[in-house]
Nanobody, 125 residues
Framework: QVQLVESGGGSVQPGESLRISCAVS????????MGWFRQAPGKEREGVVC??????????YYSDSVKGRFSMSSDTAKNTVYLQMNSLKVEDTAVYFC????????????????WGRGTRVAVSS
């Protein structure tokens, strides 16, 4: 059974950092291109970070809004992916979802095969 379970969300102030995790079961990380999406109140779900290639060449898509601040990593021994979020802004407030999508897919919600339930990140002063 495929499961993606996010954790680590919380409330922080602008400029602070936060790392959220996604524990995966039911498949190994290299089977899918993993990604992180978010949905802010009243807005559509959007792709934040997605692995784009299966060749281990480090090709990762970052949305313009998070480029230079967010980074994605993984621990294959733990079958877990992480999203490190630095210099957080109020506009980063959203529910963050871990997702599994086919390699080569566009980093969009319609490409996703499996979703986690999400973890809430709130940035406010």
């Amino acid at each position: 059974q495929v499961q993606l379970v996010e954790s680590g969300g919380g409330s922080v102030q602008p400029g602070e950092s936060l790392r959220i995790s996604c524990a995966v079961s039911g498949f190994t990380l290299d089977f899918y291109a993993m990604g992180w999406f978010r949905q802010a109140p009243g807005k559509e779900r959007e792709g934040v970070v997605c692995i784009t290639s299966s060749f281990g060449d480090g090709n990762i898509y970052y949305s313009d809004s998070v480029k230079g601040r967010f980074s994605m990593s993984s621990d294959t021994a733990k079958n877990t992916v992480y999203l490190q979020m630095n210099s957080l802004k109020v506009e980063d407030t959203a529910v963050y979802f871990c997702a599994a999508l086919p390699y080569g897919s566009r980093c969009g919600p319609r490409s996703v095969d499996h979703w986690g339930r999400g973890t809430r990140v709130a940035v406010s002063s």
